[in-house]
């Protein structure tokens, strides 16, 4: 169907718009007040099933998984939504190849420094343990990506490093990042530093995050509204799809 030149209007109107996400800490965010689909993208990090799913890497490691899993039905909506306004998402999977190459020797070492004694590469009801093709590496079926959203597949914590994701940034022009995913203090926030670094306006979600204890999720959302933001700002789920719709 043929869009009608009232309906063209209005979406150039919300593409070009400029707001601010209400609610969040220490600053208003987006700090510059371009909340927009031309400057703004959704990045859900780590929604795989080794974080998600029993017999994953994290309940090897000794941790209850339900904190990661209470989050999906809130961030889904988030998802949605950004889906619905026409919004870019990207998707970051934590994995290493097949002949663990991209592993070094500390972190295969440290992934086993845990009661069972299993880590990265070994077998696990999923597969083998945050290696890529495996099932476990998957991202869950609740947020699994649709045509035109990237996944960044990354060696390890971070979602610049070794990888294309600030190109693909830059290409499209996005400026602000919200961050939700697993977990708060490993991986959503060393990507959110990474951003911070290179210059996005970051805004991580106090309820669209989890770690593995409630304690250090705590601790790192708070380090972030540190120093005026040091490192972006703190919102919550309703508030930014209320700035989207």
């Given at each position: 169907m043929t869009a009608t030149s009232s309906e063209v209007v209005a979406e150039a109107q919300r593409s070009h718009r400029s707001v601010?996400?209400?609610n969040t800490e220490p600053y208003h965010w987006p700090c510059e007040g371009d909340f927009n689909s031309r400057t703004t993208a959704?990045?859900?990090v780590d929604m795989q099933?080794?974080?998600c799913c029993e017999g994953g890497y994290l309940d090897h490691q000794g941790y209850d998984i339900s904190a990661t899993r209470a989050i999906i039905p809130k961030l889904r909506s988030l998802l949605t939504a950004f889906r619905k306004a026409g919004y870019q998402v990207y998707?970051?999977?934590?994995?290493?190849?097949a002949d663990l190459a991209s592993l070094s020797k500390r972190e295969k070492w440290r992934s086993r420094n845990n009661p069972s004694g299993i880590g990265i590469g070994d077998e696990g009801p999923l597969g083998r343990l945050l290696i890529r093709g495996e099932n476990g590496h998957d991202t869950i079926a609740e947020f699994y990506p649709i045509e035109g959203e990237p996944v960044i597949d990354k060696p390890g914590k971070g979602a610049f490093t070794y990888t294309d994701f600030d190109l693909l940034l830059r290409n499209r022009g996005i400026k602000n990042l919200v961050f939700g995913g697993v977990t708060t203090d490993?991986?959503?926030s060393t990507i959110m530093r990474e951003a911070?670094?290179?210059?996005?306006?970051c805004l991580i979600l106090e309820d669209g995050c989890a770690a593995a204890e409630k304690?250090?999720?705590d601790a790192t959302i708070q380090g972030v509204k540190m120093e005026g933001g040091v490192f972006g700002a703190v919102g919550f789920v309703e508030d930014v799809k209320n700035a989207v719709a």
């Amino acid at each position: 169907m043929t869009a009608t030149s009232s309906e063209v209007v209005a979406e150039a109107q919300r593409s070009h718009r400029s707001v601010q996400v209400s609610n969040t800490e220490p600053y208003h965010w987006p700090c510059e007040g371009d909340f927009n689909s031309r400057t703004t993208a959704l990045v859900l990090v780590d929604m795989q099933r080794d974080f998600c799913c029993e017999g994953g890497y994290l309940d090897h490691q000794g941790y209850d998984i339900s904190a990661t899993r209470a989050i999906i039905p809130k961030l889904r909506s988030l998802l949605t939504a950004f889906r619905k306004a026409g919004y870019q998402v990207y998707h970051t999977r934590e994995g290493h190849r097949a002949d663990l190459a991209s592993l070094s020797k500390r972190e295969k070492w440290r992934s086993r420094n845990n009661p069972s004694g299993i880590g990265i590469g070994d077998e696990g009801p999923l597969g083998r343990l945050l290696i890529r093709g495996e099932n476990g590496h998957d991202t869950i079926a609740e947020f699994y990506p649709i045509e035109g959203e990237p996944v960044i597949d990354k060696p390890g914590k971070g979602a610049f490093t070794y990888t294309d994701f600030d190109l693909l940034l830059r290409n499209r022009g996005i400026k602000n990042l919200v961050f939700g995913g697993v977990t708060t203090d490993v991986c959503v926030s060393t990507i959110m530093r990474e951003a911070n670094d290179r210059g996005y306006d970051c805004l991580i979600l106090e309820d669209g995050c989890a770690a593995a204890e409630k304690s250090v999720h705590d601790a790192t959302i708070q380090g972030v509204k540190m120093e005026g933001g040091v490192f972006g700002a703190v919102g919550f789920v309703e508030d930014v799809k209320n700035a989207v719709a």
